[in-house]
């Protein structure tokens, strides 16, 4: 082969690496201003979570408010995920398999507990809430709303879903997120610790929720090929989670998991 060819051939592969590598980036960018919502996400904000120097996020951020991606608010000067977003997701507006198949399951364990009920899918590195069942009891905790996105390993549904991958996956997955903890008053060695513990007692318990004075249960939920996909949470007042009433909600979680693992299975 030639040197012009050579030059030629290897000009082609690089092409492709690039523009893969480009895709990847605005990607990145694109979740962290999604877990910003609608307040939006300060530019050094997305620079420190995605590693990227900031000329690069500056190009990625540009060109996403050419194509309607992404919009700057003027007042705050921060980012956020522009109105085309939600155009394009018209175009599968039917809901997935796991959130028709977890519908029961949803509105029979909250029946049963009382207390909010969260539904939380993976979604790369992140976790985002897509369901919120709010119980009867007369103190419910709120602690997120559906739409919210998390880095996995901050929510105690984020612990449960790591603590159901190889351990080997989940300690790249909370490398990967580690620039993000700070911002959430948590850290790698704790993440791992807890996914640990969830690994070993079956479900995540955390003492502590989002919220003081709370308590969080999730149950991890895996797809038929056994990757973990979601998780059940149960957020309750600490006195609502006693030892014997934990162990009634982590059975009704696990048996609720089960049922929505065999209708996704079909």
């Given at each position: 082969m030639d040197r012009t060819n050579s030059s030629r051939s290897a000009h082609g592969t690089a092409e492709p690496r690039q523009g893969a590598q480009a895709i990847r980036?605005?990607?990145?960018?694109?979740?962290?201003?999604?877990a910003g919502r609608e307040d939006g996400v300060p530019l050094a904000e997305v620079v420190r979570a995605t590693g990227l120097t900031r000329p690069t996020v500056y190009r990625i951020v540009h060109a996403l408010i050419e194509e309607g991606i992404v919009e700057r608010h003027?007042?705050?000067?921060?980012?956020?995920?522009?109105?085309?977003?939600?155009?394009?997701?018209?175009?599968?507006?039917?809901?997935?398999?796991?959130?028709?198949?977890a519908n029961p399951s949803l509105r029979r364990a909250s029946t049963e507990i009382g207390d909010t009920l969260f539904l939380t899918v993976r979604t790369g590195n992140d976790t985002l809430c897509v369901d919120r069942r709010i119980g009867v009891y007369p103190i419910q905790v709120l602690s997120i709303e559906v739409g919210a996105r998390r880095p996995?390993?901050?929510?105690?549904?984020?612990?449960?879903?790591?603590?159901?991958?190889?351990?080997?996956?989940?300690?790249?997955?909370?490398?990967?997120?580690?620039?993000?903890?700070?911002?959430?008053?948590?850290?790698?060695?704790?993440?791992?610790?807890?996914?640990?513990?969830?690994?070993?007692?079956?479900?995540?318990?955390?003492?502590?929720?989002?919220?003081?004075?709370?308590?969080?249960?999730?149950?991890?939920i895996k797809t038929p090929d056994g990757r973990p996909a979601a998780a059940i949470t149960v957020s309750a007042v600490r006195t609502r989670l006693g030892p014997r009433r934990e162990q009634e909600v982590v059975e009704i979680l696990l048996r609720e998991a089960r049922i929505i693992e065999q209708a996704i299975r079909g």
């Open positions: 980036r605005a990607l990145a960018v694109l979740r962290i201003l999604a003027g007042k705050s000067g921060r980012y956020a995920i522009g109105n085309q977003v939600p155009e394009l997701a018209l175009a599968r507006a039917r809901p997935s398999r796991l959130l028709v198949a996995l390993g901050v929510s105690s549904a984020g612990v449960a879903i790591l603590a159901a991958m190889p351990a080997q996956d989940a300690r790249k997955i909370v490398a990967a997120n580690e620039t993000r903890f700070g911002a959430y008053q948590t850290d790698v060695m704790t993440v791992l610790g807890q996914v640990t513990a969830a690994r070993r007692r079956g479900y995540n318990m955390r003492e502590i929720g989002l919220v003081q004075g709370t308590k969080s249960i999730s149950t991890w």
